[in-house]
T-cell receptor
């Protein structure tokens, strides 16, 4: 079957760094997406990894290990506006995104 | 960047009526669009995959006669919730895949439509 595993909730301090882990099992694999979703809004695209390694994009970085079925999203210099849910979504062999429940990130001053 | 719009953003209707939601890709062509439904505090649920010029592919458990999808052009897909009931109240989100973009696998999400059925 297909499965996504992320922590349900994480708390971090403004200005700090946080790493959100994601493990997955899919039928085939065509890359993995990270999305940010603020409450009541649609998810917004953050990153896409298809090759192993780290992709850096400003304060956000995303890492992928295909052999381990593992990815993480790294957020640096946390800001209050980063409080949101972060969705890990691998793409299966049919090019469909497999969604998990996401990780709710709470930023405290 | 690629922009996807949805209209309306919010709709309130009476039970038994039908509601149409539009999803448009504003600056790119999308041969494939997706319709999702989000339940409170849960992940997005894929309802159907909409392909331009052909019938939509529905996920298991989604009634195709209740959720009518039409993808008549490369920039527009519509979802019609027929004979809506209160249990259909939800946040409906569409996404579109840029057919001609370098990242052709990336889905761009619309802002969502909040449907409330009284």
């Amino acid at each position: 079957g297909q499965n996504i595993d992320q922590p349900t909730e994480m708390t971090a301090t403004e200005g700090a760094i946080v790493q959100i882990n994601c493990t997955y099992q899919t039928s085939g694999f065509n890359g993995l997406f990270w999305y940010q979703q603020h409450a009541g809004e649609a998810p917004t695209f953050l990153s896409y990894n298809v090759l192993d390694g780290l992709e850096e994009k400003g304060r956000f970085s995303s890492f992928l290990s295909r052999s381990k079925g593992y990815s993480y999203l790294l957020l640096k210099e946390l800001q209050m506006k980063d409080s949101a849910s972060y969705l890990c979504a691998p793409m299966d062999s049919n090019y469909q995104l497999i969604w998990g429940a996401g990780t709710k990130l709470i930023i405290k001053p | 960047g690629a922009v996807v719009s949805q209209h309306p953003s919010r709709v309130i209707c009476k039970s038994g009526t039908s509601v149409k939601i539009e999803c448009r890709s504003l600056d790119f062509q999308a041969t494939t669009m997706f319709w999702y439904r989000q339940f409170p505090k849960k992940s997005l649920m894929l309802m159907a995959t909409s392909n331009e010029g052909s019938k939509a592919t529905y996920e298991q458990g989604v009634e195709k006669d209740k959720f009518l999808i039409n993808h008549a052009s490369l920039t527009l897909s519509t979802l019609t919730v027929t004979s809506a009931h209160p249990e259909d109240s939800s946040f409906y989100i569409c996404s579109a895949r840029d057919s001609g973009g370098l990242d052709s696998d990336t889905q761009y999400f619309g802002p969502g439509t909040r449907l409330t059925v009284l």
